[in-house]
């Protein structure tokens, strides 16, 4: 009996004593972990403040500061004067919903219906037709309708995005108009993408348009493009004229590629647009157009890192490698 008890008490005692080690090792050994790593960084500190000390030693603080902020002024002078040119202009200038509309999705589809009729309007009043233009610009720009969110609940973030959308798309679409095109067969909008040729610092929007216009517009658009106060480039183009023997006007069959740049907000003060919700493409990601296809940026996908497990995932992981595999 005394045997037994015995034995009874050395088993519970070796459970305490375990489950102390255990709340040490798992709860206590971070703590001390994170105390070493205050205590590197307060040598590293220290360091750097000695080494400060005697490398500026007799120089005025003062006379430092302002001899370098005459050296970053000319580049401060010369980023303000290239966010101006780098600029998407009033092509994503959006209504922003108001504070009292808890309906937002119905608040999304008069806002939107109105800013088309608005557009057609424009169209009629230029060229007395409805058809230079695809009659479902929703489609044409990949903005949902309706009955695209029917049934469900729909986000701020959504409804920006399409927002966004829709502003670029008429904005495109103005433009050409003002530019005399006779008919805007295929539009499709490409995703946002950054420039890693100059640093990520600008991002860059592209549209792809398929379109027929007037050879004398055509030249005019392109040197109102060249002469504009803010960025834009064509990169690529491809004209053809199959009437060419007709005695008319001609008329050129254009597919171009458009594209704007503007700074990304962490490197222009003060810009609210710079790195708005970028636009995806059209219809589902990387599907092109019907006949459009070589206009066509399919979506970049973007990953994001796992987080590290902490002290609590780490214990469990230990314990299931540990004692459930091994038992």
């Not at 040729?197 to 592209?206: F, I, N, R, V």
Request: charged share 25%.
């Amino acid at each position: 009996m005394n045997n037994k008890n015995a034995i009874i008490g050395v088993l519970v005692l070796t459970a305490v004593f375990g489950a102390l080690g255990a709340g040490a090792y798992f709860f206590a050994k971070p703590m001390f972990d994170q105390y070493k790593e205050d205590e590197r960084l307060r040598q590293s500190l220290e360091q750097t403040l000695t080494s400060l000390r005697d490398n500026f030693q007799g120089y005025v603080p003062d006379l430092l500061i302002n001899g370098w902020q005459e050296k970053m002024q000319p580049w401060r002078d010369a980023r303000t004067e290239r966010s101006a040119y780098f600029s998407f202009g009033d092509w994503f200038d959006t209504e922003k919903p108001p504070v009292e509309a808890r309906l937002r999705k119905f608040w999304y589809v008069e806002v939107t219906n109105k800013a088309i009729q608005d557009f057609w309007t424009e169209v009629y009043a230029k060229t007395r037709s409805y058809e230079t233009f695809p009659q479902d610009v929703r489609k044409l720009f990949g903005v949902a309708a309706e009955q695209d969110w029917q049934g469900r609940d729909v986000t701020d973030a959504e409804i920006e995005r399409n927002m966004f959308q829709l502003s670029f798309g008429l904005s495109a679409c103005r433009f050409f108009l003002k530019n005399n095109v006779t008919q805007m067969s295929n539009m499709s909008i490409w995703p946002r993408r950054t420039a890693k040729e100059y640093g990520d610092m600008l991002a860059m929007q592209t549209l792809g348009a398929q379109l027929t216009i007037p050879a004398r517009d055509l030249v005019k658009m392109f040197e109102e493009l060249r002469m504009a106060d803010r960025y834009f480039s064509v990169d690529g183009m491809k004209i053809t004229y199959p009437y060419i023997a007709y005695n008319v006007e001609p008329q050129l069959q254009v597919q171009m590629l458009l594209t704007q740049a503007n700074y990304r907000k962490q490197f222009v003060e003060g810009s609210d647009k710079a790195d708005a919700a970028a636009p995806g493409a059209p219809g589902a990601p990387g599907a092109a157009p019907a006949g459009f296809a070589a206009l066509q940026r399919p979506t970049d996908v973007q990953r994001e890192p796992v987080a590290e497990p902490g002290a609590i995932g780490k214990a469990w992981k230990w314990f299931k490698r540990t004692v459930l595999v091994m038992h």
